[in-house]
């Protein structure tokens, strides 16, 4: 296969990444492609990454989780078949993701264009049918996310900067008028990233890097009060009913609720008590309440009992979830992933390829959000963007020869 055909191909991945299919859970077109493709590729050649392979042995023992709390919590079998092939078709991809990006790491682009068209008809052709008034425009604006994304991403591409943080902070505005205000909050977090490394313009890429590292604290400086600015701007805007009624309403029920805006988040709060009460074993995949122990938790902390008994265990992350379905075995890939990702934006590795940094900080806070505070629902997308980054370190490594940058995973 040449580079261009190559290119293409991965493209129809991204294409067919949200065309999802259900059977023993859910799966997308793009998976049936992979999986297909394992039978014509070289499968065993992300063992020559030594951090690839630390991913593939972190999926495993999620496995291994899965297997094990699945038994000792007596889960029925649909449920426990549906788990476990969720961590093999995961266990499955990551050869074919590999075997897509490693000569050439930066085709992540070609990949997220298919992703943004897929997500966008995934959305119209999928989910609008389904939502009410208010659901739709929250979901409209995660149909539009990754389109987003990508043009801001290829305005950087382009060397169009300023047009890149106008795209991509706009889309965060137009979100915020339509009760989503994490969008704005990650992407221009990204900018604040961005606008950071930018400083370090050197020609001499290990100056650039070596200045960049020596200057970290002044990065996280940055981001704290880029956050603070931004949490300032959402409340006075939301208090003062600039972002419409339904924000204002919203916002004010969550300033007076018991955890205040925090409550926003309740079923990450509940995921976080579930987990303290068995966080080794987990409850099983696609865990119930059995007990009904999350119910009395909401009445002894002065919540309203409103789930019906014998309910899902709440999993709102992908962190969360994985840890309360399969205990700390499951949780520790999203540990490595998220211990990785620190690696990568401690070492300025990405300031050496200036032209897609800003597709990698855009879909780093996508990634950091989504780990931390959504349902897991998309093996593929998180694949690419991770073993993007292990490939660009790979081949970064070799063109430097080891001279100025270590390798070594920290």
């Not at 579930?274 to 009904?292: E, L, R, V, W």
Request: contains cysteine.
């Amino acid at each position: 296969m040449t580079e261009k055909e190559k290119n293409w191909f991965v493209f129809i991945i991204g294409l067919t990444a949200m065309i999802k299919l259900r059977i023993l859970g859910t799966f997308a077109i793009a998976e049936l492609i992979a999986f297909v493709s394992l039978f014509f590729i070289p499968i065993e050649l992300y063992k020559e990454n030594p951090t690839v392979n630390k991913l593939f042995k972190f999926a495993f023992l999620w496995l291994v989780g899965v297997i094990i709390s699945d038994f000792w919590n007596d889960t029925s079998l649909e449920d426990a078949l549906k788990g476990t092939f969720n961590v093999v078709f995961l266990i499955a991809l990551i050869p074919f993701v590999y075997w897509a990006l490693y000569d050439k790491p930066q085709r992540l682009m070609y990949y997220y264009a298919g992703f943004a068209l897929s997500a966008l008809y995934n959305f119209y052709s999928q989910k609008a049918s389904d939502l009410d008034f208010l659901g739709f425009q929250v979901w409209r604006v995660y149909g539009f996310y990754p389109l987003a994304v990508f043009v801001a991403s290829y305005l950087y591409y382009k060397d169009r900067h300023l047009l890149s943080y106008i795209c991509i902070i706009g889309f965060g505005v137009w979100g915020l008028f339509n009760m989503s205000r994490n969008v704005f909050l990650n992407q221009t977090l990204a900018v604040v990233l961005l606008l950071y490394t930018n400083r370090f313009n050197s020609e001499n890429i290990y100056d650039r890097i070596s200045s960049y590292r020596q200057n970290i604290i002044q990065l996280f400086i940055m981001l704290i009060i880029g956050f603070g600015l931004i949490d300032f701007t959402y409340e006075t805007l939301a208090e003062n009913g600039t972002l419409g009624e339904s924000v204002h309403q919203k916002y004010i029920m969550q300033k007076y609720a018991k955890n205040g805006l925090a409550s926003g988040r309740g079923d990450a709060l509940l995921s976080i008590y579930a987990i303290s009460k068995n966080p080794i074993i987990g409850y099983g995949s696609y865990a119930k309440d059995k007990t009904n122990f999350i119910n009395k938790h909401i009445i002894a902390t002065g919540g309203i009992h409103t789930r019906k008994n014998n309910d899902f265990i709440p999993c709102h992350s992908y962190i969360l979830g994985t840890w309360v379905h399969t205990g700390l075995l499951g949780a520790l890939f999203f540990f490595f992933i998220l211990q990785y990702l620190w690696h990568i934006v401690k070492s300025g590795l990405l300031l050496y390829d200036s032209e897609v940094v800003g597709l990698y900080m855009y879909l780093l806070m996508v990634a950091l959000w989504d780990i931390l505070f959504s349902p897991f629902d998309n093996r593929i997308n998180l694949l690419f963007f991770i073993i993007s980054l292990m490939a660009f370190e790979e081949k970064l490594y070799f063109e430097l020869e080891n001279k100025y940058i270590s390798y070594k995973y920290e």
